[in-house]
Structure formats: structure tokens, C-alpha cells
């Protein structure tokens, strides 16, 4: 496990929210890879101590994506939504995750 280099309180902020959709079940079932909502400043190394920390799972490897936010109309005023960052965290052969029974 890789959490020594990072403070803890930092590391249980860091994952925002699993994401569950059509698109993640087909990759957690291809690739044996979970997708989390993540802070916008959080670096790979900071996720996969964050997963390894949280899940008690062996991480493989970490993918970034940076999604900008969408342009969007309320009522008269036109707003943004919020940038996200996504990563995509492969797990190593034989490691799961289940979110259905846990509490987060």
C-alpha cells in the first residue's frame, strides 16, 4: 500500500462519488476498471492511495479524463456547469469492488 506519502484527511476527500452508469458497467465488466467522480486538483498517485485506502483493493493503474462543463440555460440567464474530472481505476486481476452492500 502507497498511503505514507499522503495525509489521510487529504485522501478521504479526493473520490467525490462512484460513477454508476451504462458506460461504467460495460468497463467494470470488459477491463476490470471502476470510474469515480474525483477532485479536480487530484493527481493519479493520490487516487490510487485514495481506492487502495477506502476499498482495501490492489490498484493497477489510474486514467484521467476532464470533462468540461456544459453550457446550460436557467430561465433567462445563461450558466455553466461545474467542470468534472473522472478516473478510470483498473484494478488488478482477481480485485473487486461492490457498491451495492457498503456504506460510504
Known amino acids: 500500500m502507497s498511503t505514507a506519502k499522503f495525509n489521510e484527511g487529504r485522501l478521504a476527500q ?3 462519488a462512484p460513477i454508476v452508469s451504462e458506460k461504467a458497467t460495460m468497463i ?3 477491463r476490470n476498471q471502476v470510474l469515480f467522480k474525483v477532485l479536480r486538483d487530484a493527481t493519479k ?3 490510487k492511495a485514495a481506492v487502495e485506502l477506502m476499498f482495501k483493493v490492489e490498484v493497477e493503474s489510474v486514467q484521467t479524463v476532464t470533462q468540461k462543463g456544459k453550457t446550460k440555460k436557467f430561465g433567462r440567464s445563461i450558466g455553466r456547469r461545474d467542470h468534472v474530472k473522472k478516473a478510470y481505476v483498473a484494478l488488478k486481476p482477481g480485485q473487486e469492488l461492490n457498491f451495492s452492500g457498503e456504506a460510504a
Do not use: M, T
Open 45 to 47: 498517485p493520490e487516487i
Open 14 to 16: 479526493v473520490l467525490v
Open 28 to 30: 467494470a465488466e470488459k
